[in-house]
């Protein structure tokens, strides 16, 4: 199966290592960045979302307009806005974009962050609310005449919108969670299950669980399965661990300075992280820092979980082999940030792609001589059989 890589599209230069230097939304850097992933082998780019950064949806637009190639992955939060407005932007930016949007629903797992614009239900409401909401979305970008609905979350009449998107029958829709209530959502209404780095034994277990949810959901496809890291290369092994040290240092210092902003440290992190992901992030660090060939945990550890923080450590090689062993597992989108954004994604895609690419090849065209050989063994059965 093909493999796809996503990187971030971040609109500032700042990471949980680096002071921002730039303009929260700096249009220079973004298109900059952007390129940089078009340029050197990503497949798509994520926009992030967090309560007080730049709209993730007219970045979009931006960069859609300017790129040919790069797909983009939209960060959307059902509580900011009407399924129905969001469902006519999206339609829009995959116009605009001339089909390469997939859209990324956030539940939302930390009551503190929600509650910064005004979302007070509880997460278990969330969910619910955000199943709703993807059903809808769905149905409007599919339906060409007008409908009501009457849910518990949402009621409108006669709706029909008047801009659809390029892609047939829609664009992607992306999901991540790690709760009971998350695969229940997830394998129901996701095209991609979105997971962060955990070991290769309980990346396998959420795997299942995700399909196990699909099936219950009267699926007969499961989503494709994405898994998150923050990769950390170097040209030797000792360069990459004395690089991976030194992270985890900066990190710290700036946490105990105060430097690190509020998305990339979780809020209230002295009781523990609220959602089941992070709290698994925090378990797995704590039972240990190094797992399988590659994964380290000190990196999530030092910002309490908060988000995509695990690292892969190591070189180019080594790196790609990780991921590799992910791949094997089912997993067919890689995401991958560092923590110098714009040179981690041009060392990334020019060191580790086209290693994991070239095996991936290798891997495919052997399966395929393998089920070839399986259906002439088959057919000469059935002539002797005969």
């Given amino acids: 199966m093909p493999v796809e890589f996503l990187g971030i599209a971040a609109t500032g230069d700042g990471s949980e290592t680096t002071a921002r230097s730039t303009a929260a939304f700096d249009r220079d850097y973004t298109l900059r960045l952007a390129r940089a992933h078009e340029e050197y082998g990503w497949d798509r780019v994520l926009f992030a979302?967090?309560?007080?950064?730049?709209?993730?949806?007219?970045?979009?637009?931006?960069?859609?307009?300017?790129?040919?190639?790069?797909?983009?992955?939209?960060?959307?939060?059902p509580n900011v806005s009407y399924p129905t407005f969001a469902a006519k932007t999206f339609a829009t930016l995959d116009q605009i974009s001339q089909g390469r949007l997939t859209?990324?629903?956030?539940?939302?797992?930390?009551?503190?962050?929600?509650?910064r614009e005004g979302d007070f239900l509880t997460k278990d409401q969330r969910y619910a609310r955000t199943r709703e909401y993807i059903e809808i979305v769905k149905r409007i970008w599919t339906t060409h005449e007008p409908f009501d609905h009457a849910g518990e979350y949402?009621?409108?009449?006669?709706?029909?919108?008047?801009?659809?998107?390029?892609?047939?029958?829609?664009?992607?829709?992306?999901f991540g969670g790690s709760s009971d209530a998350a695969y229940a959502a997830g394998g129901a209404e996701a095209d991609v299950f979105c997971l962060w780095g955990e070991p290769l034994v309980e990346t396998a277990a959420q795997i299942e669980r995700v399909?196990?949810?699909?099936?219950?959901?009267?699926?007969?496809?499961?989503?494709?399965i994405q898994v998150a890291f923050r990769p950390i290369i170097a040209p030797t092994e000792e360069l990459a661990w004395e690089k991976a040290h030194r992270t985890v240092d900066t990190i710290n210092?700036?946490?105990?300075?105060?430097?690190?902003?509020?998305?990339?440290?979780?809020?209230?992190?002295?009781?523990?992280?609220?959602n089941t992901g992070s709290q698994r992030l925090v378990a797995i660090a704590e039972a240990g820092e190094r797992y399988d060939r590659a994964l380290w945990t000190p990196t999530a550890a030092a910002t309490g979980g908060a988000g995509n923080s695990n690292a892969l450590v190591g070189t180019p090689e080594t790196v790609a082999a990780a991921l590799l062993d992910y791949y094997d597992l089912g997993v067919d989108i890689l995401s991958?940030?560092?923590?110098?954004?714009?040179?981690?994604?041009?060392?990334?895609?020019?060191?580790?792609?086209?290693?994991?690419?070239?095996?991936?090849?290798?891997?495919?065209?052997?399966?395929?001589?393998?089920?070839e050989a399986a259906e002439r063994d088959r057919h000469q059965l059935i002539a002797f059989q005969a």
């Fill in 253 to 274: 210092a700036r946490k105990a300075a105060g430097q690190l902003s509020r998305r990339q440290v979780l809020s209230g992190q002295s009781a523990g992280p609220e």
């Fill in 103 to 115: 859209v990324h629903f956030i539940t939302g797992g930390n009551d503190h962050e929600q509650q």
């Fill in 211 to 224: 399909k196990e949810a699909a099936a219950a959901a009267g699926r007969s496809t499961p989503p494709r």
């Fill in 49 to 77: 979302y967090g309560a007080g950064s730049p709209d993730p949806a007219p970045a979009a637009a931006f960069l859609a307009a300017r790129l040919d190639r790069l797909q983009i992955l939209l960060a959307h939060r």
């Fill in 154 to 174: 949402y009621r409108f009449n006669d709706f029909v919108s008047d801009v659809f998107p390029v892609q047939a029958p829609r664009p992607g829709v992306s």
């Fill in 336 to 371: 991958a940030r560092g923590y110098h954004l714009l040179d981690d994604a041009i060392d990334f895609g020019r060191y580790v792609i086209p290693l994991v690419r070239e095996e991936v090849a290798k891997r495919d065209a052997a399966k395929a001589r393998k089920a």
